[in-house]
């Protein structure tokens, strides 16, 4: 009864055998914290069941969504960010926007991903429940996380950095996870450069702007954006879900992400995954 | 210089062993065919390089986009479609939706695939580069597809049914895709039942409604979403590329499928995957 | 040379023997103050200048808009709040939303205004340069003001209420508009029984909310809106700019206002004109 | 009992003699004609009335509304048209977008209308119930119209120049008002030059594209568009509704026109009016 097919990939075999999928994205609500530079979430259902009932009885509803690409959990394409009039390769930044889509780098040339995916646990090993806001995280806390947890990070991963920011996603006030007072953990130049070192292919973090934002600065320089989106062409995701994974202590997963393929645009929102075989 | 855990775990062996991926999705474009009944994709950068360049050079790139989630590809909630009243498992469709959004059955609640997927290849079964427009697909053409393959339906997958429809997707005349004067080819309520029965996950098409439309007729009658999404909480997938997987006779594979997490929707725009080893 | 007609038109010889218009609109800005209740403005240009230059040295730029309709300076259609399940005139105001418009009672029901039109400064009768956050002005301080003015409230007339509020509209803090914190000053039940015993055709104001807001209360009661909407069908303008017609004393003038016909809307933003003949 | 004021302001006794106006804009609903070069009107209610009751019974329903600014009746800013690399008055057309607004002839800087307003019905001239698609009406078909009406054009006028064609705006197929097939009637550079040597304000009519289109040619040149904006600096308004002032033979009014000031955009949608004193 079972096809030759099936015996014989070893994906399928594998997916039968039984998964475990750890959900990174965050669901998309209206009015989830995110930064005011991009237009936010916004739903409607146009027609609601009810509204037109057919003759035979059936109905439809249906959605109105609006969108920055850059709120909830999403992904950067190259084309996002520029350093001296520049994209990732040399393109010329502003030419390449002409006509209002950047067909080069755009989200649309992102391959989908399944890789290995890193969680580097930072707060695990600096032995706190989250980074302080305005925390720069340093190569050294990649280095000594990634060896403490053995995940060393190797090329092609998706690294995920957790700051533990992310437990503020959820707060009544959506203010403390965007963090303009606060600041926000994360990454800068130094620890970009020694994840561009290791030739990965994407890094994500828990928080919105994935760098280390220190209080009241704002995005006013984004070091981390330009060393790994125009310098070395590495992506970014931001806002993910990774406490889940933390709790699991799951440092070494399938990443499962597939951006929309939104022509031209700088970025998608995405539902990454973490996968292992269930136990 | 390996860790243990990926050694050990045989999702992330064979996804470095090397993986084939097929690219379902559709492009999302400005102007892409699509029933008038929804918003469509629209797509601009409200921020471009140059635009506003910080003291340090660095410059980021925006978007902002409106849709409806029912163009391009995408997957139908339970939500979706109601008859006489009720949604799948008996809810009160009018009362599911008050509020605005769909708490029970929008297309937040639908899990992440990855599943066992087969390709239903009508057409080369029938003899025909693509099914006319109008023809309803049967059960004895799936059957028939099915035994022909070697790639029996079973309980739990993704069932993807080509009609060849899908070539007319980048048509010049966006309206041939459409097909409201020829109509367009699918499975009615006959067909629907057959997968119904064979306790499929999800169902999908290279079409923009999935159903069957008789030349002219338009979207006055649904079937097959009523005994699929009502009666049987089966989902449904709609305008899905599936030239790819027919040309290269990929008839079984792993089905990816993650749909974004929009709180209370009827839908989703997805980008599945059909993933098997590289050769 | 001149015609016939123009001699006659007594409206025309008006026009051309010159008018004074004062705008009582807010320019329509992302990012400018709002409730968050509705989704913002949010602006954009798909096509810029060079983007596509035709064979002929032409070239066009267009826009793509995005907005609540209780955003910016606005009106309320009676559609708008409703009352133990009514609307104004008694119809149910579930069943006059069903298939997603108000249709009889929408924002496209609202004739254009040509009135007179008058405003009641009532910090310039309090004493005070504006009125404090929560303060709730009285019918005794419009009745008073109306008399102080020489301009009585008469039927059909639409009554401009400065509090003074609007001088917060373009502070760098947008929150201090929108007053969560401190309140916002605005009538009440009693005021509002009040021009509605004046047979008024519609009242505005130049906060967001019309209404008076306690000091950390929000929108948890809206009693002007109630008497005004649902129980005496007189529209609602919020948001207004009135502080150039209180420098310049113009109490009485004609109030020009249009909205737009957004067919079964609650709302619509407009840009309300006062005009007087020039001096 | 009547004021001071009201007796010496002449604009608000005449308003107060009663007025007729004419509705010249076309409802805004889901669907109607417009171009497919910019984003389609949509709305849907994210709110209805029982989704949420406060404790106090009461109740809000609100708006959600998408659109480009270049559908339904509206006017072009400035900004909307370039030639050979410059705005009207010479400033750079790409450098003037920077920023993504218009800063300088954006549709914000359109001052609201209230002036002589002069329709010029041309099928009444030519004797035909409306003109023919790919008609170009021509400057002595606009001498020929002012003459016989009785209404010379006068500088500082807005012109509304009738073809007849928005007969074709409510027809159960939309496509006719586009006329991509059939042509559409309208001026061409040379009566567009006619306007100008008068030094108009502002130039309207009952057509989407304002131009005489050919069969098939669609809007390969836009001629008057460049005379207008480009050269000349007057405004243009498009698809109104002119059938009723026709129908009445009123050739002379005061034209009240609003645009929104949407900060940097290139039109606006607009309800223009056509008034005269009540017979």
Not at 34 to 53: A, E, I, K, T
Not at 129 to 149: N, S, V
Not at 182 to 202: F, M, Q, S
Not at 263 to 275: D, N, Y
Request: net charge negative; aromatic share 6%; proline share 6%.
């Amino acid at each position: 009864m079972t096809s030759t097919t099936d015996r014989t990939d070893p994906l399928l075999s594998v997916v039968r055998a039984g998964l475990r999928t750890y959900d990174l994205g965050r669901p998309l609500t209206i009015g989830m914290p995110q930064s005011p530079n991009h237009p936010p979430y916004w739903h409607s259902l146009p027609r609601r069941h009810g509204d037109m009932v057919r003759a035979d009885g059936g109905s439809a509803a249906n959605d109105f969504i609006s969108m920055g690409t850059h709120v909830g959990t999403h992904i950067d394409a190259l084309a996002h960010v520029s350093q001296d009039g520049k994209l990732f390769g040399g393109e010329d930044a502003f030419d390449a926007g002409c006509g209002g889509r950047y067909e080069h780098l755009g989200v649309h040339t992102i391959e989908p991903m399944l890789r290995r995916g890193v969680l580097l646990d930072v707060p695990a090993t600096l032995g706190v429940p989250r980074c302080e806001g305005g925390y720069e995280i340093t190569a050294a806390d990649l280095e000594q996380t990634a060896q403490a947890q053995g995940t060393p990070v190797e090329s092609g991963d998706v690294v995920l950095i957790r700051s533990g920011w992310g437990q503020h996603f959820d707060a009544a006030d959506g203010a403390s996870y965007v963090g303009k007072e606060t600041g926000v953990p994360g990454i800068g130049a130094e620890a970009a450069r020694w994840l561009a070192d290791r030739d990965i292919h994407a890094a994500g973090a828990d928080t919105i702007a994935f760098e280390c934002l220190r209080a009241g600065a704002g995005h006013s320089s984004l070091p981390a954006h330009r060393v790994l989106l125009v310098e070395t062409g590495i992506y970014i995701i931001e806002a993910m879900a990774l406490e889940e994974l933390a709790t699991d202590s799951v440092h070494e997963f399938t990443l499962v992400l597939v951006p929309l393929p939104l022509h031209g645009a700088t970025g998608s929102p995405v539902r990454p995954l973490a996968v292992v075989r269930r136990d």
